[in-house]
């Protein structure tokens, strides 16, 4: 069985940096695209950023402006994600998923392609 805990979450101001990882046990990390996921108060769940297994694709929210980076480790089993400059607009409880095709070339952006999900971390921007 998989499981992914998330971390890293918090409130923070505006224009501040925050990394939330993501580490999986069970399972075999480093075969396995990952993504990461919001869902804001009152909002449907939506797309962050994604990868591949070994790191060389990745696929980001257009909205997220080069502020975001997504990145993995395989030897760690963890995914993070370095955000920066945070709005109050990225108020959310963020996720973290796997992807469930073996070796996939495509960093996946539908929900629908991931198979496991983490509980969230949140993350809270004030303004």
């Known amino acids: 069985q998989v499981h992914l805990v998330e971390s890293g979450g918090g409130l923070v101001q505006a224009g501040d940096s925050l990394r939330l990882s993501c580490t999986q046990v069970g399972g075999t990390f480093s075969r396995y695209a990952m993504g990461w996921f919001r869902q804001a108060p009152g909002k449907e769940r939506e797309f962050v950023a994604s990868i591949i297994w070994d790191g060389r694709v990745t696929n980001y929210l257009d909205s997220i402006e080069g502020r975001f980076t997504i990145s993995r480790d395989n030897h760690k089993n963890t995914v993070y994600l370095q955000m920066n400059s945070l709005k109050p607009e990225d108020t959310a409880i963020y996720y973290c998923?796997?992807?469930?095709?073996?070796?996939?070339?495509?960093?996946?952006?539908?929900?629908?392609?991931?198979?496991?999900w983490g509980q969230g971390t949140q993350v809270t921007v004030s303004s």
């Open positions: 998923a796997t992807d469930g095709m073996l070796y996939s070339l495509s960093a996946p952006t539908q929900q629908s392609e991931y198979h496991f």
